[in-house]
């Protein structure tokens, strides 16, 4: 019932805006000059994207791809680095992204200078956004790859792992939110000099419920999955194989499964390389309703566990 008033709620309100504006809610420009904010897939916000409007297909789903580049493995603090977002996918001809830096506890990270002359650089609350801008969405470059580069300068020494969030759009240049897919993407750096796990984990989750103006962490059971990209990065100096497992904590405490793996996948990575695991667990109906945590870990069987990560959801009807 929630789902419904929301959904109206989300449908009067859009028409309203149609209405009273023109099509361009990215606020004065059309061609979305400017992405709104808050929106680059990280965990503070429920893992809002572009997809909460452009909303066709899952994230990552549309055949192409989104790559976040240029932060080192181990970042000096203080040093700035270039850090490039780039799209690509066939048939796509019109693109936009969005980043930010974050510690692991959701706060800023460092600060972002010197956009190339398609980005912008803009706040929100205490977070930097870096983003394409009006006229910056390479219009008419069919396929990709096109990039976008914005400067990061490190933070203080003592801030250990940072991680970048980036959500991108690859469109089809209808001037509309249709047509058009969104990627997500994240990488983890950690602070050299300082005692640090070997491997990060990062998940980004990709809510199907969030209708414009709002982010969730609601799946519906019976009707979602819960689609997890999980990103694992070796910032040991050689190669590694890594295993990925997972298991879902319920309402009541108690684990599924109550032994061993919900998944398990192995990754090679080698020195400073990051991979994914895409973990897509359907909810089934008999679900119970209430608070769930999915816990992703990393290490090595049979009892050496190097890093983890977890995400909060509800499961609802
Ligand atoms: C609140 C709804 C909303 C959100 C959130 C949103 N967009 Fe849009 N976007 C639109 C609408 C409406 C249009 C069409 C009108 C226009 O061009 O401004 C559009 C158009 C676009 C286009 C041109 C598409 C085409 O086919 O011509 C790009 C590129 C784009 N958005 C990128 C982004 C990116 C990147 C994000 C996330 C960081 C984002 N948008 C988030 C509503 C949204």
């Known amino acids: 019932m929630k789902r419904f008033l929301i959904l109206i709620t989300g449908l009067l309100l859009t028409v309203g805006a149609a209405l009273l504006t023109t099509n361009d809610v990215h606020g004065g420009f059309l061609k979305s ?9 990280a965990p503070y916000n429920n893992f809002a994207s572009c997809v909460k409007c452009h909303d066709g297909e899952a994230v990552n789903d549309g055949g192409g791809s989104m790559e976040v580049s240029g932060l080192p493995s181990a970042y000096t603090p203080g ?33 972002l200078t010197n956009p190339d002359s398609n980005s912008q650089i803009r706040t929100s609350g205490a977070l930097e956004f870096a983003s394409h801008k009006s006229g910056g969405t390479f219009e008419g470059t ?12 490190a933070p203080a020494a003592g801030t250990g792992v940072v991680e970048v ?18 990627y997500n993407a994240a990488l983890a750096a950690v602070e050299d000099g300082v005692a640090n796990d070997e491997a990060s ?9 969030q209708l414009t103006g709002s982010a969730f962490n609601e799946l519906v059971r019976g009707t979602d999955s819960l689609r997890t990209m999980v990103r694992v990065r070796n910032h040991a100096a050689a190669a590694d194989t890594y295993t990925v ?5 319920l309402p009541n405490g108690s684990f599924f499964p109550t032994s061993g793996w919900l998944t398990t996948d192995q990754l090679t990575l080698a020195a400073g390389e990051s991979g994914n695991v895409d973990i897509v ?18 290490g090595f069987p049979p009892a050496t566990l190097v890093t983890m990560d977890t995400v909060d959801f509800d499961i609802i009807d």
């Not at 069919?142 to 300068?153: I, K, L």
């Not at 984990?201 to 419920?209: E, H, K, L, T, W």
């Not at 497992?245 to 904590?249: A, L, Q």
């Not at 667990?281 to 990393?298: D, F, H, R």
């Open 33 to 41: 000059g400017n992405p709104a904010l808050d929106e680059a897939a």
């Open 142 to 153: 069919f396929h990709g790859p096109v990039s976008w580069t914005v400067d990061w300068t």
């Open 201 to 209: 984990a990062i998940i980004q989750v990709d809510f199907p419920n």
């Open 281 to 298: 667990q359907a909810v089934p109906a008999i679900a119970p309703l209430g608070s769930y945590q999915l816990q992703v870990m990393v």
């Open 245 to 249: 497992v997972s298991r879902v904590r």
């Open 165 to 182: 969030y980036a959500a991108g759009n690859a469109a089809d240049d209808d001037d509309g939110r249709s047509g058009d897919s969104i």
């Open 79 to 111: 040093q700035t680095y270039p850090i490039t977002v780039t799209l690509q996918q066939t048939g796509a001809i019109d693109w936009g992204y969005e980043f930010t830096v974050l510690d692991a506890a959701g706060n800023a990270a460092g600060f």
